[in-house]
């Protein structure tokens, strides 16, 4: 990546502009792309912000690492919920 986008990337996530952050790497870098989702994801549920990591594993195609999350934390309609929708396509 190289330092201008790296840098945006870094404002965007510091003010949690995350879309901005997805629409510069899916425009520069694409083959970053899933990546990104995950590690957005990651950082996500760092900040308990549950809805928004599943909605990045999800769009990385990671239904199951959502889904993973959820039963960690003992969300079990959440995790429910999540795998019911997307076990059927696998």
Known sequence: MNVVCSR?????QKYFRYDDVLRL???HHPEH???TM???AEVLL???NYKGAEMQFI????WDRAVEMYEGRKMW???VRVGSNYIYYY
Do not use: F, R, S
């Open 59 to 62: 769009k990385a195609n990671h």
């Open 46 to 48: 760092g900040e308990e």
């Open 33 to 35: 792309t899933n990546d």
């Open 38 to 40: 995950i590690h957005l």
């Open 77 to 79: 309609e959440d995790a």
């Open 25 to 27: 790497v899916e425009e």
């Open 8 to 12: 945006h990337n870094e404002i965007y």
